[in-house]
């Protein structure tokens, strides 16, 4: 098994801020709550719905993906624009992290 740890269960909802192509590449920003914001880091993972992802980097009030060719032929996201709304589902382990630390 490989790849992040994911469950299914949404913490929230995000908006697209912008995606489109970049070089060789798509970016991807995702505008999200204070409260979901505290579990992403720079290099861990979300899913955006439903799909697993690496966050790039953060942003002020989100956070950048950064979308391959390979991801964008075998996934949904093609037809997504700015203004749309994502469910979101942010790091299993930071949400344990978190608990285990008593800051939830």
């Known amino acids: ?33 204070e409260t ?17 992802l690496t966050v790039a980097d953060l942003i002020p009030d989100g956070f950048r993906l950064w979308i391959i060719p390979h991801t964008l032929e075998v996934t949904n996201l093609s037809g997504r624009k700015a203004g749309e709304r994502v469910n979101l589902e942010s790091d299993l382990l930071a949400k344990y992290a978190e608990k285990l630390l008593g800051k939830a």
């Not at 949404?10 to 999200?32: P, Q, S, V």
């Not at 979901?36 to 697993?52: E, I, P, Q, Y």
């Open 36 to 52: 979901f914001l505290r579990h992403v880091v720079r290099k861990g993972c979300v899913a955006v719905d439903g799909m697993s």
């Open 1 to 33: 098994m490989g790849g992040h740890f994911v469950t299914g269960h949404i913490d929230g909802c995000g908006e697209i801020l912008f995606f489109g192509r970049d070089g060789a590449d798509w970016r991807l920003d995702i505008k999200a709550s």
